[in-house]
């Protein structure tokens, strides 16, 4: 099932929980916050956003649901 995951970067604390879980699609950028890999970064007022298009879940909704902000949606295109 086609699916989008959204990060909505500024509110990244950088607690890492998600590279923990989902390593294939999550890593530590060198300002110490997360990066989605291979994402679309677009300029909102707040921040970045980080997206990507992705023919399977993963453990992308698993990152989504450990994330102690509530900044990785995973949405049904
Ligand atoms: S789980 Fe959330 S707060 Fe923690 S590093 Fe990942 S995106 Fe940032």
Redesign the pocket.
Known sequence: MPLTII?E?W?????????AVDPDR?V?ADDN??DLKESTHTKVPEGTRETRDVEDVGMSQE?AD????N??HVKKK
């Open positions: 990060h970067r509110k990244c604390i950088g607690c890492g929980s998600c590279v999550w530590m916050f997360a990152a450990i994330c102690p902000v900044c990785i």
